[in-house]
Antibody, heavy 118, light 107 residues
Framework: EVQLVESGGGLVQPGRSLKLSCAASGFTFSNYYMAWVRQAPKKGLEWVATISTSGSRTYYPDSVKGRFTISRDNAKSSLYLQMNSLKSEDTATYYC???????????WGQGASVTVSS | DIQMTQSPSSMSASLGDTVTITCLASQDIGNYLSWYQQKPGKSPKLMIYGATNLEDGVPSRFSGSRSGSDYSLTINSLGYDDEGIYHCHQYYEYPNTFGAGTKLELK
């Protein structure tokens, strides 16, 4: 069974940093692109980042480019999201997701809550 | 960026009804469109991918279709378990974008 478990969320002050982790199991992690998607309270979904199988290619929307960094450790079957210079608008539940070869995201974690507030 | 205009934003229907949710893409996305169901406090669940393909384990009451830039999710024989928020998602190009969501409630 595919499992994705996020951790590392919490309350952080504006301008500070936070790193999320996602532990994967039930599939060969190194064979899949992975992604982060967030959802602000009572809002829709927003794609945040995608990383290739080796980690050599990463993709971000303009809203987080230069502040967020996606990375992975295939030996540990783990995905990460380093978030710097956090803003109140980054407050959201962050989901890690597996991307199939056709680019659709088929499996999602339960989410990690991030609140940016002073 | 590709805009996905989803409608309606909310709807209420009765048990056994057929409902349709639509997403209009601002530019060509081919069939790179998926639909997700999200229950309160839960993560999104993939229902349809490639505009028309049913994900494994999803009831055949769910179907996806495309007419030009309009993409639709249809649910036949509505049941209580179908309540939730439905999201469309284009993965044709970066940045991937989602519709604003449709909240489906049963009367």
């Amino acid at each position: 069974e595919v499992q994705l478990v996020e951790s590392g969320g919490g309350l952080v002050q504006p301008g500070r940093s936070l790193k999320l982790s996602c532990a994967a199991s039930g599939f060969t992690f190194s064979n899949y692109y992975m992604a982060w998607v967030r959802q602000a309270p009572k809002k829709g979904l927003e794609w945040v980042a995608t990383i290739s199988t080796s980690g050599s290619r990463t993709y971000y929307p303009d809203s987080v480019k230069g502040r967020f960094t996606i990375s992975r450790d295939n030996a540990k079957s783990s995905l990460y999201l380093q978030m710097n210079s956090l803003k109140s608008e980054d407050t959201a539940t962050y989901y890690c997701a597996r991307r199939l070869p056709g680019n659709v995201m088929d499996a999602w974690g339960q989410g990690a809550s991030v609140t940016v507030s002073s | 960026d590709i805009q996905m205009t989803q409608s309606p934003s909310s709807m209420s229907a009765s048990l056994g009804d057929t409902v349709t949710i639509t997403c209009l893409a601002s530019q060509d996305i081919g069939n790179y469109l998926s639909w997700y169901q999200q229950k309160p406090g839960k993560s999104p669940k993939l229902m349809i991918y490639g505009a028309t393909n049913l994900e494994d384990g999803v009831p055949s009451r769910f179907s996806g279709s495309r007419s030009g830039s309009d993409y639709s999710l249809t649910i036949n024989s509505l049941g209580y378990d179908d309540e939730g928020i439905y999201h469309c998602h284009q993965y044709y190009e970066y940045p991937n974008t989602f519709g604003a969501g449709t909240k489906l409630e049963l009367k």
